[in-house]
């Protein structure tokens, strides 16, 4: 199994801001991904982070808004840019450390709320 | 279109009371199905996998199967510390997840 560490835990910003939520695991893992939970309901994929190329996206998010760096095996940052309201979410880093069909592990997350 | 159905949406049960949630799928090439806990504030907490038809996992009080269209998880004389939110996800042909909306469980002592 794998270890996720997320920071910050939570964070009020106001409108306009960005964030960027750091992302570590306590191992070398092949896939990190970054999804979205809205109160209540169930985890949406953001993107998959790719190491040492660009990240993909799923459709309805875009690099702009959600730019995402993966510089080595254990450590992802996931940016929310010109937050507003509506960004107010948990924001949730998964990693799974081997084939493709193994477990997805998931970190605390991170409570954003934008102001 | 590539489907997960959780059914109950909430289920209030008394502590001791056994019964089972229930995660009803269409996909194309089932690759596996897991089953998570999540409590308010965490993440997804990993519980099991299940990688064909007849297949069974347990763990403490928790049974997981899995038929060809649904998955069953059965909580045997739960406690309150049982309460959550249970996620069921499956793992499509390309090794995406799709989630259910989540049973959220009440064990009330």
């Known amino acids: 199994s794998a270890v996720i560490s997320q920071k910050p835990s939570r964070d009020i910003c106001q409108r306009g801001t960005s964030l960027t939520i750091q992302c570590q695991v306590d191992s070398q893992v092949t896939m990190m991904f970054w999804y979205r939970q809205q109160p209540g309901q169930s985890l949406t994929l953001i993107a998959t982070a790719n190491q040492g190329s660009e990240a993909t996206y799923e459709s309805g998010f875009v690099i702009d808004k959600f730019p995402i760096s993966r510089p080595n095996l254990t450590f992802s940052t996931l940016t929310v840019s010109n937050m507003s309201p509506e960004d107010s979410s948990i924001y949730l880093c998964?990693?799974?450390?081997?084939?493709?069909?193994?477990?997805?592990?998931f970190g605390p997350g991170t409570r954003l709320t934008v102001l | 279109e590539d489907q997960v159905t959780q059914s109950p949406e909430a289920l209030r049960l008394q502590e001791g009371e056994s019964s089972s949630l229930n995660c009803s799928y269409t996909?194309?090439?089932?690759?596996?199905l897991f089953w998570y806990r999540q409590d308010p504030g965490k993440g997804p907490e990993f519980l099991f996998t299940l990688y064909s038809a007849g297949e069974e996992k347990e763990k403490e009080r928790l049974k997981a199967t899995l038929t060809k269209k649904e998955s069953f998880l059965h909580i045997t004389a739960p406690k309150p510390e049982d309460s959550a939110t249970y996620l069921c996800?499956?793992?499509?042909?390309?090794?995406?997840?799709?989630w259910g909306a989540g049973t959220k469980l009440i064990i009330k002592p």
């Open positions: 998964s990693a799974r450390s081997g084939a493709a069909q193994d477990t997805q592990y």
């Open positions: 996800a499956v793992q499509d042909s390309n090794y995406q997840l799709i």
């Open positions: 996909v194309s090439g089932l690759r596996g």
